[in-house]
């Protein structure tokens, strides 16, 4: 069971360094679409590749902050029956979800995005627009970058639920405990 902790804790650190790391993406998403703005209404001018780097940077961030998300229990959920669960019947529902539905849709985004980042690569593709930027393939790579962080936060919460269904709570991280009542 401490190896089961113990993997939480590097999973969850993992996570929180790369949600941290990804979410400055959001300054400069903020600084490059201020400039292309301030170029197009006062200066009468833009460059195409300005407007590709803002919402690549849009893409890439939100993709690779994914992880750290769901680590902070941030993604859509029906709290009617979840908040005012008891802690046992939140990790339940934590392993079965993790099972039955987070998984299989990993599964099925690996499946279906492989074959289009791998054919991206092969071209070295580059934006569509006439003067973008190259390097979309890198962009297209985000989706298994999405599927990574969150396949191996979804890991943690089944590892978290099994400490909890073993009674061995107190081996929870703490930044990673089930809030009592909320």
Known sequence: MQLLSLLVRLICRINIILGH?????SLGIVLVCFTVVVLRYFFSTGFVWMQDLYVWLNGMMFMGIAGFTLFQN????VDVF???ASIRRKAWVDLIGCILFVAPFLYILTT???PYVQRSWRFMEGSA???GMPGLYVVKSFLLVFVVVIALQAVAMVMRSILILTKNEELVPENYRYKVGG
């Open 21 to 25: 790391f990804f979410s400055w993406f």
């Open 74 to 77: 941030g993604h859509v959920r």
């Open 112 to 114: 279906y995005s492989l």
């Open 129 to 131: 627009n006439f003067g």
């Open 82 to 84: 979840y908040r005012p």
